[in-house]
């Protein structure tokens, strides 16, 4: 059976993208914190099932929280980064990008005492005006990044790039792998299905349909929730009717929805999965990967490299 990744943006619930117009990073302290409570309910739902996951820490929890990320590690589950602020990189300066993910390399680092190796951008925000940060993190001493997102969205998205895990060369050399988020090709689109309000709003079956249609071609998928996602206590505010059914439809369903997955499917940490893909993964330079950017087809229509 082909191994899943499964990952954990580990954020709480004041802290999405969706929310920063309502509620300001500068009074995130004073919101109610409510991480470690879902986040030792999730941890509870693992044990049970035995499944290790890819927590993709923000560097604000790590410093507020550092017993919890210590329990998560401790318990076997693999720690990597999730950006400082949870700010988009399209919205950073290379260098403040760069302090951003120093910052949290270090804070891991000196919870774990592990270097973390694996990298999801907030809200996937790996776009085509951002590959510029692949270099940033490989100099920074990521070995993986997990935040491209093969898609068309307002936010997000590089629709043009593959859509299985492959490694990008710089200066002829293997840098980093990608491990793109999980999508289905149909009618000509790329639509994701495997994570965050897609796993909460779309029916069981589909979510399911997706990852055995990934498995039954040789590709593990990836799935990605936030501890908010199932907290349904969590404090409402006041969006649009599209925003307030992203945030909040179907709370009540996603830890039913976990479950399953877990009895359905085999999951592993991120870096767990890609060891196992090592021997098969294809190669593109970034160059290739700025031909993506600029729309030209990601695959077919490049030939891999041999490294």
Known sequence: MVLNALTVDLEDWFQV???ERVIGRENWDRCEQRLEASTYRLLALLDEAEVKATFFVLGWN???YPGLVREIWRRGHEIGIHGYRHALVYEQTPVQFAWEINRCVQLVGEITGEQPVGHRAASFSLVPRTLWALEVLREQGIGYDSSIFPVRHHRY???????????????GKPALVEFPVSTLSLWGQNLGFSGGAYLRLLPYWVVAAGISRLNRQGQPAVVYLHPW???TGQPR????PWLYLRCYGNLEQ????LQ???ADFEFAPMREVLAGQAERLPSFSLEQANGW??????QPGYSPQTT
């Open 17 to 19: 993208s969706n929310l």
């Open 157 to 171: 998205g590089l629709p043009h790039s593959p859509r299985h895990p492959y490694r990008i060369t710089m200066g």
């Open 260 to 262: 399953n997955l877990l």
């Open 254 to 257: 996603t830890e039913p929805k």
């Open 237 to 240: 505010q006041k969006l649009n």
């Open 62 to 64: 790590a410093e507020r």
């Open 293 to 298: 950017a600029l729309g030209r087809e990601g």
């Open 229 to 231: 996602d199932l907290d």
